[in-house]
Protein backbone atom coordinates (compact mmCIF):
# COMPACT_ATOMS: atom_id res chain seq x y z
CA UNK A 1 0.00 0.00 0.00
CA UNK A 2 1.73 3.44 -0.99
CA UNK A 3 1.95 6.45 1.80
CA UNK A 4 0.05 8.72 -0.58
CA UNK A 5 -3.14 6.39 -0.05
CA UNK A 6 -2.89 6.94 4.25
CA UNK A 7 -3.62 9.75 5.97
CA UNK A 8 -3.02 10.49 9.94
CA UNK A 9 -6.42 10.71 11.50
CA UNK A 10 -6.70 14.55 13.31
CA UNK A 11 -6.97 14.36 17.30
CA UNK A 12 -10.17 15.55 17.43
CA UNK A 13 -11.34 11.85 15.23
CA UNK A 14 -9.14 9.74 17.20
CA UNK A 15 -10.33 10.72 20.24
CA UNK A 16 -12.83 8.48 19.79
CA UNK A 17 -11.36 5.62 19.53
CA UNK A 18 -9.37 6.11 22.75
CA UNK A 19 -12.77 5.89 23.77
CA UNK A 20 -14.22 2.64 22.54
CA UNK A 21 -15.40 0.59 24.34
CA UNK A 22 -17.08 -2.89 23.21
CA UNK A 23 -19.52 -2.80 26.19
CA UNK A 24 -20.04 1.10 24.86
CA UNK A 25 -19.65 1.51 21.26
CA UNK A 26 -18.99 4.71 19.92
CA UNK A 27 -21.30 4.97 17.34
CA UNK A 28 -23.80 7.26 16.31
CA UNK A 29 -27.40 5.48 15.29
CA UNK A 30 -29.78 7.11 12.83
CA UNK A 31 -33.34 5.72 11.95
CA UNK A 32 -35.44 7.13 9.45
CA UNK A 33 -39.25 6.29 8.26
CA UNK A 34 -39.12 6.24 4.55
CA UNK A 35 -42.01 5.29 2.66
CA UNK A 36 -41.44 3.05 -0.33
CA UNK A 37 -37.81 2.48 -0.21
CA UNK A 38 -36.89 -0.69 -1.41
CA UNK A 39 -33.39 -2.65 -1.45
CA UNK A 40 -32.07 -2.16 -4.91
CA UNK A 41 -33.00 1.67 -4.56
CA UNK A 42 -31.51 2.05 -1.72
CA UNK A 43 -28.20 -0.08 -3.17
CA UNK A 44 -28.44 2.03 -5.62
CA UNK A 45 -28.08 5.25 -3.87
CA UNK A 46 -25.52 4.14 -1.56
CA UNK A 47 -23.36 3.40 -4.40
CA UNK A 48 -23.23 6.20 -6.30
CA UNK A 49 -24.04 8.94 -3.54
CA UNK A 50 -22.99 7.67 0.03
CA UNK A 51 -19.63 6.36 -1.78
CA UNK A 52 -18.84 9.69 -3.14
CA UNK A 53 -17.43 10.55 0.19
CA UNK A 54 -13.94 8.98 -0.06
CA UNK A 55 -13.68 7.96 3.65
CA UNK A 56 -16.06 5.86 3.76
CA UNK A 57 -13.85 3.46 1.94
CA UNK A 58 -11.17 3.68 4.78
CA UNK A 59 -11.28 2.36 8.24
CA UNK A 60 -9.08 3.89 11.24
CA UNK A 61 -5.53 1.84 11.81
CA UNK A 62 -3.49 2.17 14.55
CA UNK A 63 0.23 2.19 13.94
CA UNK A 64 2.80 2.79 16.83
CA UNK A 65 0.74 5.50 18.87
CA UNK A 66 -1.50 7.13 16.51
CA UNK A 67 -4.37 6.29 14.43
CA UNK A 68 -4.19 6.64 10.41
CA UNK A 69 -6.94 6.50 7.86
CA UNK A 70 -6.63 3.24 5.62
CA UNK A 71 -8.19 2.11 2.20
CA UNK A 72 -10.13 -1.02 2.94
CA UNK A 73 -8.41 -3.13 0.49
CA UNK A 74 -11.40 -5.54 0.36
CA UNK A 75 -13.67 -3.29 0.35
CA UNK A 76 -17.46 -4.35 -0.91
CA UNK A 77 -20.60 -2.54 0.00
CA UNK A 78 -22.31 -5.65 0.40
CA UNK A 79 -20.98 -5.82 3.92
CA UNK A 80 -22.31 -2.51 5.04
CA UNK A 81 -25.61 -2.80 4.01
CA UNK A 82 -28.53 -5.78 5.96
CA UNK A 83 -31.79 -5.97 4.34
CA UNK A 84 -34.72 -7.66 7.52
CA UNK A 85 -37.63 -8.80 5.97
CA UNK A 86 -38.90 -9.31 9.05
CA UNK A 87 -42.74 -7.58 9.84
CA UNK A 88 -41.69 -5.46 13.08
CA UNK A 89 -44.32 -4.41 15.10
CA UNK A 90 -44.02 -1.17 16.96
CA UNK A 91 -42.57 -2.56 19.98
CA UNK A 92 -40.27 -5.43 18.58
CA UNK A 93 -38.77 -2.40 16.17
CA UNK A 94 -37.57 -0.64 19.40
CA UNK A 95 -36.23 -4.21 20.84
CA UNK A 96 -34.55 -4.57 17.26
CA UNK A 97 -33.20 -1.13 16.93
CA UNK A 98 -31.73 -1.85 20.84
CA UNK A 99 -29.72 -4.79 19.75
CA UNK A 100 -28.16 -3.31 17.27
CA UNK A 101 -27.01 -0.01 18.93
CA UNK A 102 -25.55 -2.71 20.99
CA UNK A 103 -23.42 -4.32 18.72
CA UNK A 104 -19.79 -2.67 18.43
CA UNK A 105 -18.94 -2.49 14.31
CA UNK A 106 -16.15 -4.46 13.52
CA UNK A 107 -12.81 -3.14 13.18
CA UNK A 108 -11.75 -5.13 10.16
CA UNK A 109 -13.65 -2.93 8.02
CA UNK A 110 -15.02 0.46 7.69
CA UNK A 111 -16.57 1.33 10.75
CA UNK A 112 -20.47 2.52 8.92
CA UNK A 113 -23.14 0.09 8.24
CA UNK A 114 -27.24 0.39 6.90
CA UNK A 115 -30.05 -1.60 7.81
CA UNK A 116 -33.49 -1.43 5.67
CA UNK A 117 -36.28 -2.93 7.07
CA UNK A 118 -38.91 -2.34 4.39
CA UNK A 119 -41.98 -4.46 5.81
CA UNK A 120 -42.22 -2.70 8.99
CA UNK A 121 -45.26 -1.66 10.38
CA UNK A 122 -45.79 1.79 9.71
CA UNK A 123 -43.34 1.88 6.87
CA UNK A 124 -39.91 1.18 5.64
CA UNK A 125 -36.95 2.02 8.47
CA UNK A 126 -33.35 2.80 7.34
CA UNK A 127 -30.96 2.07 10.19
CA UNK A 128 -27.46 3.03 10.02
CA UNK A 129 -24.27 2.89 12.28
CA UNK A 130 -21.47 5.22 12.00
CA UNK A 131 -18.46 5.51 14.23
CA UNK A 132 -17.86 8.68 15.75
CA UNK A 133 -14.29 8.95 14.37
CA UNK A 134 -15.94 9.31 11.14
CA UNK A 135 -18.49 12.30 12.03
CA UNK A 136 -20.11 14.08 14.44
CA UNK A 137 -24.15 15.04 14.34
CA UNK A 138 -23.66 18.26 12.20
CA UNK A 139 -21.25 16.74 9.64
CA UNK A 140 -23.85 13.69 9.34
CA UNK A 141 -26.57 16.32 9.06
CA UNK A 142 -24.75 18.04 6.56
CA UNK A 143 -24.56 14.66 4.64
CA UNK A 144 -28.03 14.02 4.57
CA UNK A 145 -29.09 17.50 3.47
CA UNK A 146 -27.11 17.34 0.36
CA UNK A 147 -28.18 14.11 -0.71
CA UNK A 148 -31.66 14.27 0.19
CA UNK A 149 -33.33 17.02 -1.99
CA UNK A 150 -36.70 18.36 -1.64
CA UNK A 151 -38.45 16.70 -4.61
CA UNK A 152 -38.86 12.49 -5.14
CA UNK A 153 -37.37 14.17 -9.34
CA UNK A 154 -34.55 15.95 -7.99
CA UNK A 155 -30.91 14.31 -7.43
CA UNK A 156 -28.49 15.67 -5.35
CA UNK A 157 -26.39 18.70 -6.84
CA UNK A 158 -23.61 18.30 -4.71
CA UNK A 159 -22.15 15.96 -3.14
CA UNK A 160 -19.00 14.03 -1.90
CA UNK A 161 -15.94 14.76 -1.04
CA UNK A 162 -12.21 13.48 -1.31
CA UNK A 163 -10.36 11.92 1.97
CA UNK A 164 -7.42 13.95 2.43
CA UNK A 165 -5.43 14.22 5.45
CA UNK A 166 -2.48 16.31 7.23
CA UNK A 167 -1.33 17.20 10.49
CA UNK A 168 1.17 20.36 9.56
CA UNK A 169 -1.65 22.77 9.21
CA UNK A 170 -3.44 21.86 12.43
CA UNK A 171 0.14 21.96 14.32
CA UNK A 172 0.95 25.22 12.83
CA UNK A 173 -2.44 26.71 13.57
CA UNK A 174 -2.70 25.36 17.05
CA UNK A 175 0.99 26.26 17.74
CA UNK A 176 -0.11 30.47 16.41
CA UNK A 177 -3.26 30.19 18.86
CA UNK A 178 -2.12 29.33 22.11
CA UNK A 179 0.60 31.90 21.43
CA UNK A 180 -1.88 34.44 21.03
CA UNK A 181 -4.10 33.18 24.02
CA UNK A 182 -1.07 32.96 26.59
CA UNK A 183 1.40 35.60 25.66
CA UNK A 184 3.88 33.13 25.09
CA UNK A 185 5.43 30.57 22.49
CA UNK A 186 4.76 27.43 23.94
CA UNK A 187 7.34 25.43 21.68
CA UNK A 188 10.48 26.83 21.46
CA UNK A 189 12.29 27.82 17.33
CA UNK A 190 14.90 25.85 18.54
CA UNK A 191 12.44 22.87 19.59
CA UNK A 192 10.44 23.04 16.85
CA UNK A 193 13.32 22.56 14.75
CA UNK A 194 14.59 19.35 16.55
CA UNK A 195 11.25 18.35 16.44
CA UNK A 196 11.10 18.86 12.37
CA UNK A 197 14.50 17.28 12.20
CA UNK A 198 14.13 14.31 14.37
CA UNK A 199 10.88 13.46 13.97
CA UNK A 200 9.77 10.99 10.72
CA UNK A 201 5.47 11.68 11.00
CA UNK A 202 3.83 14.82 11.85
CA UNK A 203 1.93 12.66 14.32
CA UNK A 204 5.48 12.97 16.28
CA UNK A 205 5.75 16.85 15.57
CA UNK A 206 1.91 17.24 17.24
CA UNK A 207 3.07 15.10 19.98
CA UNK A 208 6.41 17.20 21.03
CA UNK A 209 3.90 20.43 20.75
CA UNK A 210 1.31 19.01 23.16
CA UNK A 211 4.00 17.00 25.29
CA UNK A 212 5.53 20.61 25.72
CA UNK A 213 2.51 22.12 26.55
CA UNK A 214 1.38 19.59 29.20
CA UNK A 215 5.07 19.90 30.88
CA UNK A 216 3.23 23.56 31.53
CA UNK A 217 0.00 22.45 32.11
CA UNK A 218 -0.27 24.56 35.26
CA UNK A 219 -0.47 27.88 33.57
CA UNK A 220 -3.07 25.83 30.93
CA UNK A 221 -4.84 24.94 34.35
CA UNK A 222 -5.07 28.77 36.08
CA UNK A 223 -6.36 30.30 32.99
CA UNK A 224 -9.22 27.29 32.80
CA UNK A 225 -9.81 27.48 36.06
CA UNK A 226 -13.71 28.00 36.40
CA UNK A 227 -13.72 25.27 33.73
CA UNK A 228 -12.05 23.09 35.16
CA UNK A 229 -13.56 23.36 38.81
CA UNK A 230 -17.50 22.76 37.68
CA UNK A 231 -18.82 20.18 40.31
CA UNK A 232 -19.46 16.61 40.37
CA UNK A 233 -23.09 15.86 40.32
CA UNK A 234 -24.84 14.77 43.48
CA UNK A 235 -24.77 10.92 43.96
CA UNK A 236 -27.82 9.66 42.79
CA UNK A 237 -29.58 6.81 40.96
CA UNK A 238 -28.65 8.09 37.46
CA UNK A 239 -24.73 7.68 38.67
CA UNK A 240 -24.78 3.82 39.23
CA UNK A 241 -22.70 1.42 38.02
CA UNK A 242 -23.60 0.57 34.35
CA UNK A 243 -24.78 -2.77 33.01
CA UNK A 244 -22.80 -2.59 30.01
CA UNK A 245 -26.74 -2.87 27.81
CA UNK A 246 -28.47 0.06 27.02
CA UNK A 247 -31.78 0.08 25.23
CA UNK A 248 -33.28 3.06 23.21
CA UNK A 249 -36.92 4.24 22.66
CA UNK A 250 -38.13 7.81 20.75
CA UNK A 251 -41.35 9.56 20.86
CA UNK A 252 -44.62 10.68 18.72
CA UNK A 253 -43.80 13.72 16.29
CA UNK A 254 -44.98 17.21 18.42
CA UNK A 255 -45.25 20.02 16.47
CA UNK A 256 -42.64 22.43 16.46
CA UNK A 257 -45.01 25.59 16.50
CA UNK A 258 -46.21 24.04 19.92
CA UNK A 259 -42.52 24.56 21.09
CA UNK A 260 -42.19 28.00 19.34
CA UNK A 261 -45.32 29.08 21.12
CA UNK A 262 -43.61 28.53 24.34
CA UNK A 263 -40.76 30.35 23.46
CA UNK A 264 -42.24 33.60 22.20
CA UNK A 265 -44.83 33.59 25.32
CA UNK A 266 -41.97 33.03 27.79
CA UNK A 267 -39.25 35.34 26.08
CA UNK A 268 -36.34 31.87 25.84
CA UNK A 269 -35.11 30.05 23.09
CA UNK A 270 -36.62 26.86 22.06
CA UNK A 271 -33.21 24.70 22.97
CA UNK A 272 -34.19 26.48 26.79
CA UNK A 273 -37.73 24.65 26.40
CA UNK A 274 -36.25 21.78 25.78
CA UNK A 275 -33.97 21.29 28.31
CA UNK A 276 -36.33 22.35 30.61
CA UNK A 277 -38.60 19.39 29.70
CA UNK A 278 -35.54 17.04 30.28
CA UNK A 279 -34.57 18.15 33.74
CA UNK A 280 -38.31 17.73 34.66
CA UNK A 281 -38.25 14.06 33.72
CA UNK A 282 -34.90 13.56 35.02
CA UNK A 283 -36.04 15.20 38.48
CA UNK A 284 -38.29 11.96 39.82
CA UNK A 285 -35.89 9.59 38.23
CA UNK A 286 -32.93 10.57 40.52
CA UNK A 287 -33.46 8.66 43.89
CA UNK A 288 -33.42 11.84 46.09
CA UNK A 289 -35.80 13.63 47.74
CA UNK A 290 -35.68 16.36 50.69
CA UNK A 291 -32.71 18.79 51.44
CA UNK A 292 -30.77 16.39 49.46
CA UNK A 293 -32.80 17.15 46.41
CA UNK A 294 -32.93 21.17 47.65
CA UNK A 295 -28.81 21.26 47.27
CA UNK A 296 -28.52 18.71 44.45
CA UNK A 297 -26.07 19.66 41.60
CA UNK A 298 -26.43 17.64 37.64
CA UNK A 299 -25.14 18.75 34.95
CA UNK A 300 -25.99 17.65 31.56
CA UNK A 301 -23.47 17.56 28.61
CA UNK A 302 -24.51 19.36 25.93
CA UNK A 303 -22.67 19.63 22.16
CA UNK A 304 -22.45 22.79 20.80
CA UNK A 305 -20.95 22.88 17.40
CA UNK A 306 -17.96 25.35 17.40
CA UNK A 307 -17.32 25.62 13.96
CA UNK A 308 -18.27 29.28 13.28
CA UNK A 309 -15.99 29.98 16.25
CA UNK A 310 -13.02 28.29 14.91
CA UNK A 311 -10.02 30.40 13.02
CA UNK A 312 -10.12 30.34 9.58
CA UNK A 313 -7.18 28.07 9.11
CA UNK A 314 -8.72 25.77 11.45
CA UNK A 315 -12.52 25.69 10.23
CA UNK A 316 -13.09 22.84 7.91
CA UNK A 317 -14.33 22.49 4.22
CA UNK A 318 -17.96 22.94 3.68
CA UNK A 319 -19.27 18.90 3.37
CA UNK A 320 -16.11 17.99 5.55
CA UNK A 321 -16.77 15.00 7.46
CA UNK A 322 -14.94 14.92 11.24
CA UNK A 323 -15.55 16.36 14.53
CA UNK A 324 -15.95 19.87 15.41
CA UNK A 325 -17.95 20.43 18.34
CA UNK A 326 -17.29 21.45 22.44
CA UNK A 327 -19.09 20.27 24.86
CA UNK A 328 -20.70 22.47 27.83
CA UNK A 329 -22.02 21.40 31.25
CA UNK A 330 -25.97 22.87 31.70
CA UNK A 331 -26.48 22.88 35.41
CA UNK A 332 -30.07 21.11 35.50
CA UNK A 333 -32.34 22.59 38.28
CA UNK A 334 -33.95 19.72 39.19
CA UNK A 335 -34.26 21.09 42.38
CA UNK A 336 -37.16 23.68 41.06
CA UNK A 337 -40.49 23.63 41.71
CA UNK A 338 -42.18 24.60 39.04
CA UNK A 339 -41.86 24.59 35.19
CA UNK A 340 -40.99 28.30 34.83
CA UNK A 341 -38.87 27.89 37.38
CA UNK A 342 -36.72 25.42 35.33
CA UNK A 343 -37.46 27.33 32.54
CA UNK A 344 -36.03 31.07 33.90
CA UNK A 345 -32.93 29.52 35.54
CA UNK A 346 -32.33 27.14 32.04
CA UNK A 347 -32.50 30.95 30.61
CA UNK A 348 -30.28 32.45 32.78
CA UNK A 349 -27.38 29.38 32.63
CA UNK A 350 -27.36 28.68 28.81
CA UNK A 351 -27.05 32.56 28.59
CA UNK A 352 -23.92 32.52 30.54
CA UNK A 353 -22.35 29.24 28.83
CA UNK A 354 -23.08 30.93 25.47
CA UNK A 355 -20.40 34.07 26.21
CA UNK A 356 -17.91 31.33 27.51
CA UNK A 357 -14.96 30.17 25.69
CA UNK A 358 -16.03 26.43 27.31
CA UNK A 359 -17.23 24.63 23.82
CA UNK A 360 -13.85 25.63 22.27
CA UNK A 361 -11.88 24.75 25.09
CA UNK A 362 -13.43 21.51 25.81
CA UNK A 363 -13.14 21.50 21.96
CA UNK A 364 -9.38 21.42 22.40
CA UNK A 365 -8.87 19.56 25.47
CA UNK A 366 -10.65 16.37 23.75
CA UNK A 367 -8.57 16.99 20.28
CA UNK A 368 -5.62 17.03 22.73
CA UNK A 369 -6.65 14.02 24.18
CA UNK A 370 -4.33 11.01 22.32
CA UNK A 371 -1.52 12.79 21.56
CA UNK A 372 -0.77 13.71 25.35
CA UNK A 373 1.47 11.77 27.64
CA UNK A 374 -0.76 8.34 28.97
CA UNK A 375 -0.92 9.79 32.90
CA UNK A 376 -2.45 12.66 31.87
CA UNK A 377 -5.51 11.29 30.09
CA UNK A 378 -7.47 10.13 32.81
CA UNK A 379 -8.07 13.86 34.23
CA UNK A 380 -9.03 14.70 30.99
CA UNK A 381 -11.76 11.68 31.14
CA UNK A 382 -12.63 12.64 34.28
CA UNK A 383 -13.17 16.25 33.02
CA UNK A 384 -15.67 15.51 30.35
CA UNK A 385 -17.16 12.26 31.60
CA UNK A 386 -17.32 11.92 35.16
CA UNK A 387 -19.41 15.42 35.84
CA UNK A 388 -22.22 15.08 34.18
CA UNK A 389 -25.23 12.49 34.48
CA UNK A 390 -26.74 12.34 31.03
CA UNK A 391 -25.79 13.66 27.32
CA UNK A 392 -28.75 15.77 25.82
CA UNK A 393 -27.95 16.44 22.28
CA UNK A 394 -30.06 18.48 20.00
CA UNK A 395 -29.54 18.67 16.04
CA UNK A 396 -32.24 20.18 13.90
CA UNK A 397 -33.05 19.25 10.47
CA UNK A 398 -34.26 20.52 7.53
CA UNK A 399 -37.43 22.15 8.19
CA UNK A 400 -38.99 21.10 5.15
CA UNK A 401 -39.66 17.14 3.67
CA UNK A 402 -36.69 15.83 1.98
CA UNK A 403 -36.71 12.42 -0.29
CA UNK A 404 -34.08 10.00 -0.03
CA UNK A 405 -33.89 8.01 -2.67
CA UNK A 406 -37.05 8.97 -4.66
CA UNK A 407 -38.36 8.37 -1.09
CA UNK A 408 -40.13 10.34 0.99
CA UNK A 409 -38.87 10.77 4.41
CA UNK A 410 -41.31 10.84 7.35
CA UNK A 411 -39.56 10.99 10.30
CA UNK A 412 -36.35 11.06 11.57
CA UNK A 413 -34.22 10.20 14.66
CA UNK A 414 -30.90 9.24 16.39
CA UNK A 415 -28.95 8.45 19.26
CA UNK A 416 -25.53 10.31 20.26
CA UNK A 417 -22.85 7.59 22.95
CA UNK A 418 -22.60 8.35 25.75
CA UNK A 419 -18.34 7.78 26.83
CA UNK A 420 -17.26 6.83 30.50
CA UNK A 421 -19.82 6.27 32.98
CA UNK A 422 -22.72 8.11 31.89
CA UNK A 423 -25.52 6.14 31.58
CA UNK A 424 -28.11 8.65 29.76
CA UNK A 425 -28.41 10.15 26.41
CA UNK A 426 -31.44 11.97 25.32
CA UNK A 427 -31.66 13.24 21.89
CA UNK A 428 -34.06 15.86 20.10
CA UNK A 429 -34.69 15.89 16.56
CA UNK A 430 -36.40 18.94 14.52
CA UNK A 431 -37.73 17.70 10.82
CA UNK A 432 -40.54 18.99 8.68
CA UNK A 433 -42.07 21.01 11.34
CA UNK A 434 -42.18 18.34 14.15
CA UNK A 435 -40.21 17.45 17.11
CA UNK A 436 -38.86 13.72 18.53
CA UNK A 437 -37.53 12.94 21.97
CA UNK A 438 -35.50 9.69 21.99
CA UNK A 439 -33.81 7.92 24.97
CA UNK A 440 -31.07 5.18 25.34
CA UNK A 441 -30.13 4.27 28.26
CA UNK A 442 -28.74 1.92 30.30
CA UNK A 443 -30.65 -0.99 31.52
CA UNK A 444 -29.32 0.11 35.38
CA UNK A 445 -29.90 3.49 34.76
CA UNK A 446 -33.28 3.91 33.96
CA UNK A 447 -36.14 1.01 33.47
CA UNK A 448 -38.99 3.29 32.57
CA UNK A 449 -37.79 4.75 29.12
CA UNK A 450 -41.54 5.53 27.48
CA UNK A 451 -42.49 6.77 30.76
CA UNK A 452 -39.47 9.13 30.83
CA UNK A 453 -40.36 10.10 27.35
CA UNK A 454 -43.71 10.72 28.44
CA UNK A 455 -42.95 13.22 31.21
CA UNK A 456 -40.65 15.32 28.79
CA UNK A 457 -43.58 16.17 26.75
CA UNK A 458 -45.82 16.23 29.87
CA UNK A 459 -44.08 19.19 30.79
CA UNK A 460 -45.09 21.32 27.73
CA UNK A 461 -48.93 21.32 29.15
CA UNK A 462 -47.49 23.24 31.98
CA UNK A 463 -46.07 26.31 30.26
CA UNK A 464 -48.28 29.51 28.90
CA UNK A 465 -48.73 28.52 25.23
CA UNK A 466 -48.14 25.18 25.75
CA UNK A 467 -51.83 23.57 25.63
Given at each position: ?253 VPLERFRSIARA ?202
Amino acid sequence: MSHEQTHPMLPADSAWLALENPRDPMAITVMMRVDGLTAPRLREFLRVYWMAWERFRYMPVKRAAAWWWEPDPDFDLGHHLDVVLNRFTEAELQDWVSARLNQPLPFYRPLWKFWLAPNAEGGSVLLLRLHHCYADGVSLTGIFDHLCPVSPQQHPAVYGARQTGGLSPWVSAAKSHIEQLFGCDPVSETATDEVQAESGTQWEQAGALLDQLARNGLKLVNEFSDFLAEPEDTPSDLKRPLSGRRHCRWSEPVPLERFRSIARATRVTINDVLLSCVAAAVRPRLGISGTTLDDAVMHAAVPVDIRSRLPDDLRPEPGALGNYFGTVFVPLPVDGESALERLYRIKQETRRLKKSWQPGIAWSLSACSTLIPEPLRQPLSDIFYRKASAVVSNVPGTPEVRYIAGCRINEQMFWVPQAGNIGLGISIVSYAGQVQFGVVADDAILADPEDFLQDCLQELSQFPGGS
